[in-house]
C-alpha cells in the first residue's frame, strides 16, 4: 500500500512538473512573440513586421487601412481571374496603402528628410483618393496629418507645392471651389485625381 501511494505521489509530482514547464514554456513564446527589439517593428512568431505609424490620426488609419484591405481582395481577386493587369493594379495600391501607413517606405520612427516626406506624401495622396469615391477629393491637411503627426501644419507647404507637381505630370488635379488652379493661388485646395493616376 505503501509503494503505490509513493508512486501515486510520484507520478503526481513528475505531471505537475510537465504542465508547470508547459505553461511557463507558453509564457515565455508569448512573451516573445509580442515584444519587439527593434523600433518601428513587432515581433510576431519570430518575424519582425514594421509597426503602422502611431500618429496617424484615427480616422485617417482606419481609411488607409480600408483601402489596404480592399487592394489585398484586389490582388486575390486578380489571381483568381488569372488578370495580370488587375493584379499588377492592385498590388501599386497595397504598396500606396501601406507606405502611407508607415509600413513601408520611410521610417516614421527616424528623422525624415524632405525626399522622404514627398515619397509618403504622395502615397497617401494615392491611397486616400484610391478609398473614395471616384469623384471624390481630399484636403492637403488630411496628407500632412497622416505624415506630419503634432507637428503638420509644417508640412502644409511641401504637401501644396508636391500637389501641384504631380498636377503637372497629370496624377492629380488641384482644384479651388470646382475648379482647376495654378501653383501661387491662396486660400484652401482640393486634391482630386489626374488623368495618369493609377488607381
Known amino acids: 500500500m505503501r509503494f503505490h501511494a509513493l508512486r501515486i505521489c510520484w507520478l503526481g509530482w513528475c505531471w505537475g512538473r510537465v504542465t508547470c514547464d508547459a505553461?511557463?514554456?507558453r509564457i515565455g513564446d508569448m512573451t516573445e512573440n509580442s515584444i519587439?527589439?527593434?523600433?518601428?517593428?513587432?515581433?510576431?512568431?519570430?518575424?519582425h513586421w514594421r509597426c503602422t505609424d502611431p500618429d496617424i490620426p484615427d480616422n485617417l488609419r482606419q481609411q488607409l487601412v480600408n483601402e489596404l484591405m480592399a487592394a489585398r481582395r484586389g490582388v486575390a481577386a486578380g489571381k483568381k481571374a488569372d488578370d495580370d493587369k488587375a493584379i499588377a493594379a492592385a498590388r501599386a495600391r497595397v504598396q500606396a496603402a501601406k507606405v502611407a501607413l508607415g509600413e513601408r517606405g520611410p521610417k516614421w520612427w527616424l528623422?525624415?528628410?524632405e525626399a522622404a516626406y514627398r515619397e509618403r506624401a504622395e502615397a497617401v495622396m494615392v491611397a486616400l483618393l484610391?478609398?473614395?469615391?471616384?469623384?471624390?477629393?481630399?484636403?492637403?491637411?488630411?496628407?500632412?496629418r497622416v505624415i506630419g503627426g503634432d507637428s503638420w501644419r509644417d508640412l502644409m507647404p511641401l504637401v501644396r507645392e508636391l500637389a501641384f507637381e504631380l498636377a503637372?505630370?497629370?496624377?492629380?488635379?488641384?482644384?479651388?471651389?470646382?475648379?482647376?488652379?495654378?501653383?501661387?493661388?491662396?486660400g484652401p485646395v482640393r486634391i482630386t485625381r489626374g488623368l495618369s493616376a493609377g488607381h
Do not use: H, W
Open 23 to 25: 505553461l511557463f514554456q
Open 36 to 47: 519587439s527589439t527593434k523600433e518601428g517593428y513587432t515581433l510576431i512568431k519570430g518575424r
Open 111 to 113: 528623422e525624415m528628410d
Open 130 to 144: 484610391n478609398s473614395r469615391d471616384e469623384d471624390s477629393s481630399i484636403c492637403p491637411s488630411e496628407v500632412a
Open 168 to 186: 503637372d505630370v497629370e496624377k492629380m488635379v488641384v482644384t479651388q471651389k470646382g475648379k482647376r488652379v495654378e501653383p501661387g493661388v491662396r
